[in-house]
């Protein structure tokens, strides 16, 4: 079994920053890409940043240039360091892992409990 555990949201004016974390335990055999959704109120979760093997990296065109993305493969940890916030980066951020299982040697993807990221004055 693999957990994904958040951490890092909150409230931040506009202009601020917030950086989110995510670490994975369990039986990972290897990891493909981490990364991050959101999904504001009745919108569709959509993807915000991906890094994948080789430190591939891919953004989402709204938060290019603003947040960046950084993985630690010793600690099986993704960052999000989330720069120049603004009200429409709010939304419930969820952590993601592709990952081939150490129990069976399928690959899935695993999914974080989600944390809320609110940008208000």
């Known amino acids: 079994q693999v957990q994904l555990v958040e951490s890092g949201g909150g409230l931040v004016q506009p202009g601020g920053s917030l950086r989110l974390s995510c670490a994975a335990s369990?039986?990972?055999?290897?990891?493909?890409?981490m990364g991050w959704y959101r999904q504001a109120p009745g919108k569709e979760r959509e993807l915000v940043a991906r890094?994948?093997?080789?430190?591939?990296?891919k953004y989402a065109d709204s938060v290019k240039g603003r947040f960046t993305i950084s993985r630690d493969n010793a600690k099986n940890t993704v960052y999000l360091q989330m720069n120049s916030l603004k009200p429409d980066d709010t939304a419930v951020y969820y952590c993601?892992?592709?990952?081939?299982?150490?129990?069976?040697?399928?690959?899935?993807?695993?999914w974080g409990q989600g944390t809320q990221v609110t940008v208000s004055s």
């Open positions: 993601y892992l592709e990952a081939r299982s150490g129990i069976d040697l399928n690959e899935y993807v695993y």
């Open positions: 369990g039986s990972i055999f290897s990891i493909n890409a």
């Open positions: 890094v994948g093997t080789y430190s591939i990296t």
